[in-house]
């Protein structure tokens, strides 16, 4: 009996989750593409535009090469992404990782640094259903690792 109420109890659960998200094949329907605008609102305060863009030509401005004449160099390159928004990714790639950059102390190095940032990331076998009735692609907030410079730290051996 309390097995069968463990069920009944899990089944109404996992029914009432399923009427917000749709495996593809259980609708027969084609999903609405979500406006760049949409996405925006539903990354809210994620879209950091040092770092992002819609269009590749917001990064015009943007030097490609960093720390001239300093010991660790880096170059900007911007990637755009398939399943990922927003579209276009400014990254920072360090030239000489692990090249020795203190004549004096053979411990420093030059490193990549990074950080973490909020994006939407597309799963293309699931739907949403809006509050409009209206089935549209479904998009779940992750992260992505983002190259931000290159520096010259002691490192342990």
């Avoid at 609708?27 to 925006?40: A, F, N, Q, R, W």
């Avoid at 790639?93 to 909020?118: A, E, P």
């Avoid at 293309?124 to 809006?130: G, L, P, V």
Wanted: a negative charge.
């Amino acid at each position: 009996m309390i097995r069968t109420l463990c069920f009944l109890a899990f089944f109404v659960v996992n029914l009432s989750l399923a009427s917000k998200i749709f495996l593809r094949f259980q609708v027969d329907t084609v999903p609405l593409k979500m406006t760049d605008e949409m996405l925006t609102e539903k990354l809210g305060e994620g879209l950091i535009e040092e770092y992002m863009s819609l269009a590749n030509d917001s990064f015009k401005d943007i030097s490609s090469v960093r720390n001239k004449n300093q010991a660790c160099l880096s170059e900007d390159f911007v990637e755009q992404q398939q399943d990922v928004f927003p579209w276009y990714i400014r990254h920072v790639r360090c030239s000489g990782i692990g090249q020795q950059c203190n004549k004096r102390d053979v411990s420093y190095t030059c490193l990549q640094t990074t950080i973490k940032k909020h994006v939407l990331k597309h799963d293309a076998n699931r739907i949403e259903q809006f509050d409009d009735g209206q089935f549209y692609e479904f998009w779940e907030k992750g992260t992505i690792e983002v190259g931000v410079g290159c520096e010259c730290s002691w490192q342990a051996y």
